[in-house]
């Protein structure tokens, strides 16, 4: 059997389909559907009872567009939250694209509410302005004159909920350009009590994910993967694997990259895949080790630069009175999302397919299983799940794991449903990390405590470069996401110069929540502190300094200020070290102050984080005080003790045991202050964990050490 | 073999073979899923239940050691007061993102609350140390147990 596992040059094909964005409110007048529901467009569905549904593009991995998403048409339908629902969209690139990433469905970037704010209030508008014409038409009055209040038509003398009018609505043309309401109308939007939507299901065992999908007569499928990157299978052995109950067979993958072992539960697939034997062709399997990669990265920072990114001045460094110099190092990391990266595939009678996933880049396997399948886009259908978790990690530019599943289930009869399981073992161990990376900073000072020169090289394994996103990313041969945060940085820098060098990639890459300031922001931050110090001048006062009156300066001095106001810089409680960072991502603005206790010979306790945020207009400030917290710990907990290393290009870790999450103790309070702002929405996924290691670096140097080697526990840290 | 499972009040019968974790019994055979895989070797928590009303980790509990036992899981323990009031106090301060482990969070800390209903800060964290959050919702998991316990004196 021939099957076509190439991935690359899938977005082209998506390209060459040509067309633009398609916003939603081209789905002329719509149908009544036999349930007595009505798809007012492609993001609206009410039905007759009057519960609204909003169809959610983007998947929910915790970071809540179900209910952003679902608070936008709310507010301008006029419901309250208690009356609408939410169902995640089907993979479709034409209607649900996400239009920060041209005809793609996908969620990451930190783009769901930034590139939906406009596009789901105006599908919200256009419902409100058909049932307002339709409630119009049947009471005879001007639809102008009619209002729409907690699901309620009221005008001309009348009431009746807005349920009445849905099927009359459905038979009438939709508004070109509905009027969209005003801040000032808004009941919803920046409303501080709005509350999750999918709160009460994961409190109470009913979430599904898709960890959770048991179809009729499915199999288990889990693989037994190579020990290294580049490993074949070669042959194989399930004597011992035939002994365990529930055991059904073992094949290996068309493209030899795994045996495949289906069970008819997970616990048999479990002990039936530990019985196997696998004799491996490991001749263009990866060998190096993770001391290795660092050797290479570091001598490439002493190494003239392959790219110069930024260089404004021939020889800038000369005209310093006064020169500091640090080196950084990051290593892999993993993304270790709590829920086991896993998917089902089933057969449907129409000869399609359908794939159950917490699909965060639907295109992207919709494409693959599209072509494995040899099968048209409308007959691969993709029915996306609760994700438990991701940080990055089921976006893959090659569909990984979904092809995965796709080859497991092209290889059987296609008569039961393949249900793709990993474990955590394999999650650990199964590469698209986060590249190491290595920085070497060179600032000059002047005698008058200013920044003069900044020569900034980075070496790394490029995220994009070889995958189907370069285009995206690269350009001149510069992988953007691999010195964002240093050469695009709001400070005012003279003399700034900045290097890239690519290094090889020992694993595959991938992006981890917020990609490449996971460490630019590192090295900038920790940086600014060292050259305040080197001039006696504040931490905060020397970045304020340096920002100068652009509109980005200035957000982002404000949310350095509000930061350290709330934290009372400068007058940390007895006994204990403050630190800030503040960095820009993904168009947001976060400083956080972290105060620590310990430090110098002591182990160091993260006692408070006072963060300020600017993401543009929050429209649920819940929720982005949430993701601050979170994006804190999920940056902490890496910092603080967590690599991923190999040897022999084997990766050495395989369970949380030897990557210790982040543990309920580990921080003390986070506190969170939300910049007011008429802004368009930013990202908030991502921006509070570029500032979190970075301000607890400062905070240690300011008891006395600097950190310059993650994780910190490598560089003689230890934390209580 | 062939037992009888106890599970939230009603009595299952279980073909499994000896030695079979207890979590892929009530996930696979019983079809219950609110309770989570996660590590596989008790280290993350999210698939804590309670036996005879203490937490456990379904993953390590063989179902040859059960014979007898009152397991409860996610899905009933809504039904005992301090259950209702953890739920409750999850839903009031939205702890969950992902959601993936608040099963096994709030499992933990009905455990907790039912062994000290009026825990400190080092309580909590003692105790609910093992439960992994990727999301990093320590912080309203340590707010909603201190809230339920307020719940709780009513």
């Known amino acids: 059997m021939t099957v076509s596992t190439s991935r690359r040059g899938f977005l082209k094909a998506a390209a060459a389909t040509g067309a633009l964005l398609v916003v939603g409110l081209n789905a002329k007048g719509a149908f009544a559907a036999a349930d007595g529901t009505t798809q007012i467009n492609p993001f609206v569905k009410i039905s007759e009872d009057g519960r609204v549904v909003a169809v959610i593009k983007h998947f929910e991995k915790g970071q809540g567009p179900a209910t952003g998403l679902s608070t936008l048409i709310a507010e301008e339908i006029g419901v309250g939250m208690e009356q609408i629902d939410y169902e995640f969209a089907p ?57 729409i209040v907690d699901g309620v038509i009221i005008g001309n003398d009348q009431s009746a909920p807005l349920g009445e009018f849905v099927a009359r609505a459905a038979a009438l043309e939709a508004p070109a350009e509905p009027q969209l309401k005003s801040p000032d109308q808004w009941r919803l939007i920046g409303n501080p009590d709005v509350r999750r939507l999918d709160s009460e299901i994961k409190g109470n065992g009913q979430a599904m994910f898709a960890m959770d999908v048991h179809l009729p007569n499915q199999m288990i499928a889990m693989l037994a993967r190579p020990p290294q990157s580049g490993g074949l299978v070669a042959s194989f052995d399930d004597t011992e ?68 990114v930024l260089k404004n001045d021939p020889a800038p460094m000369d005209k310093a009175d006064k020169v500091i110099e ?39 396997p919709h494409m693959a299983l599209s072509q494995i399948f040899e099968l048209p886009m409308e007959k691969v259908r993709i029915k996306t799940m609760l994700a438990g978790g991701s940080f990055g990690r089921r976006a893959t530019p090659t ?37 190491a990376f290595g920085h070497k900073v060179r600032v000059g000072l ?24 370069e285009g995206f990313s690269v350009r001149d041969g510069v992988d953007h996401s691999s010195v964002e945060g240093v050469s695009d940085t709001p400070y005012d820098i003279p003399g700034f110069h900045v290097g890239l060098t690519d290094t090889k990639k020992a694993t595959s890459t991938l992006w981890w929540r917020s990609v490449g300031h996971t460490h630019t922001a590192y090295a900038m931050e920790v940086m600014m502190d060292m050259a305040a110090r080197a001039v006696g001048r504040d931490a905060v006062e020397f970045r304020l300094a340096h920002l100068g009156d652009s509109k980005d300066q200035q957000r982002k001095a404000a949310v350095l200020k509000l930061a350290a106001e709330k934290a009372n810089w400068g007058n940390p409680t007895a006994g204990r070290t403050q630190g800030v960072a503040v960095h820009k991502s993904f168009g947001s603005f976060v400083a956080e102050v972290i105060e620590i206790s310990g430090g110098g010979a002591e182990d160091v306790q993260i006692e408070k984080v006072t963060c300020a945020v600017d993401c543009g207009i929050a429209v649920n400030p819940d929720v982005i005080k949430a993701q601050i917290e979170g994006g804190v710990g999920y940056g902490l907990g890496a910092a603080m003790r967590d690599e991923i290393t190999l040897t022999g290009g084997v990766v050495d870790q395989f369970n949380f045991p030897d990557y210790e999450p982040l543990r309920i103790g580990d921080i003390g309070a986070i506190e969170t202050h939300i910049m007011p702002s008429a802004e368009p929405p930013t990202g908030i996924g991502e921006p509070g964990t570029p500032p979190s290691a970075p301000a607890l670096a400062n905070a240690i140097a300011g008891a006395g050490q600097i950190v310059a080697v ?5 560089d003689g840290i230890s934390f209580a | ?74 899905e009933a323990i809504g039904e005992t007061d301090i259950g209702a009031a953890v739920q409750q106090a999850w839903k009031e301060l939205d702890v969950v993102q992902c959601g993936y482990c608040q099963s096994g969070q709030i499992m933990s800390a009905v455990g907790l609350l039912s062994e000290n209903p009026k825990p400190s800060v080092e309580d909590i964290h003692d105790y609910m140390n093992g439960n992994a959050c990727r999301c990093a919702t320590y912080q309203r998991i340590r707010a909603g147990i201190q809230r339920a316990s307020e719940i709780m004196e009513g």
């Open chain 1, 91 to 147: 993979s479709n690139p034409e209607l649900y694209a996400n239009l920060a990433f041209g005809q793609f469905q996908g969620t990451g970037g930190s783009t769901a509410m930034a590139n939906s704010f406009l596009q789901y209030r105006s599908a919200g508008a256009a419902a409100r302005e058909l049932l307002k014409a339709a409630a119009a038409e049947a009471w005879g009055a001007e639809a102008s004159a009619l209002d």
């Open chain 1, 241 to 308: 694997a035939q002994t365990v109950k529930g055991f059904i067979r073992a094949a290996t993958l068309p493209n030899n990259a795994a045996v495949a072992v289906y069970a008819e539960n997970t616990w048999a697939a479990i002990q039936a895949r530990e019985a196997l034997t696998v004799e491996w062709d490991l001749s263009q399997a990866e060998t190096r080790s993770s001391a290795q990669i660092k050797e290479e990265i570091m001598a490439a920072l002493e190494a003239d630069a392959e790219f110069n």
């Open chain 1, 326 to 364: 640090q080196t950084f190092y990051f290593p892999l990391l993993a993304h270790a999302p709590m829920e086991p990266l896993n998917c089902t595939i089933e057969a449907n009678e129409d000869g399609g397919i359908t794939l159950h996933d917490g699909a965060q880049f639907p295109t992207g």
């Open chain 1, 399 to 435: 569909a990984d794991y979904q092809v995965e599943a796709a080859l497991a289930f092209v290889i059987t009869d296609r008569s039961r449903p393949v249900k793709l399981v990993w474990s955590r073992e394999d999650d650990m161990r199964g590469g698209y990390y986060r590249p």
């Open chain 1, 446 to 469: 002047s005698d008058d405590g200013n920044i003069v020169a900044w020569d900034h090289r980075i070496a790394g394994q490029s995220i994009m470069k070889g995958t189907a996103f």
């Open chain 1, 710 to 714: 993650l994780p910190m526990v490598n």
């Open chain 2, 1 to 74: 073999m062939s037992l009888t499972l106890k599970l939230n009040g009603v009595e299952h019968s279980v073909d499994a073979e000896p030695g079979t974790p207890l979590l892929w019994v009530i996930r696979d055979e019983l079809k219950m899923t609110g309770t989570k895989f996660g590590c596989g070797v008790a280290s993350c928590g999210s698939c804590t239940v309670h036996v005879d009303g203490a937490p456990v980790r379904s993953c390590q509990t063989y179902i040859e050691d059960l014979e007898g036992a009152e397991v409860t899981t996610i």
